[in-house]
């Protein structure tokens, strides 16, 4: 499965994104805008082990967003379950030196017409942190509704900081 996204693709990881997601992922500018979940330093180990997950679990909707050959950056939608099933939240990164280029706002677009198309939702959400306000432009662009602000809800790198949600409903139409 491959989805265009502007100058991007986005597609499956594969074994041979290991070098190119390491040094990618290896920037702490992008690891500021991200979940401790990412570790930092990012090594080729920690690459290696990522896409062997995203492999194994064969998952549609956590994909590689490719730039001029390379992986350069992800994309995924993580359903919600219970009563969250009707609802996923979209996650998404790009390595630095792609910024400002509109590649992920097209990767959103194209990964929230993908998972409406495909997955019974009926809302994607996403989170930003406050100090990230490209991220907020990124969504606001590709038509998220900013629903508000959650108040120190989040630590990074020692910081306590707010989160910004915006969400994106069925009925809102193609992105």
Known sequence: ?????????????????APALAAAANNRNVWLTLRDRMPHPYSCADAEAYIEQRIKEESELV???????????GIGLHRGDDVNRVTAELGYWLAEPCWGRGI????????????FARLPLNRIEAYVFANNPASARVLAKAGFAYEGRMRGNVIKDGQVLDSLVYARLREDGAP
């Open 104 to 115: 992920i706002t097209a990767a959103v677009g194209a990964m929230v017409r993908y998972g």
């Open 1 to 17: 499965m491959q989805l265009a996204a502007g100058e991007g693709l986005l597609r499956p990881w594969r074994r041979e994104d």
């Open 63 to 73: 994909l590689c967003v490719e730039v001029e050959g390379q992986a350069a950056g």
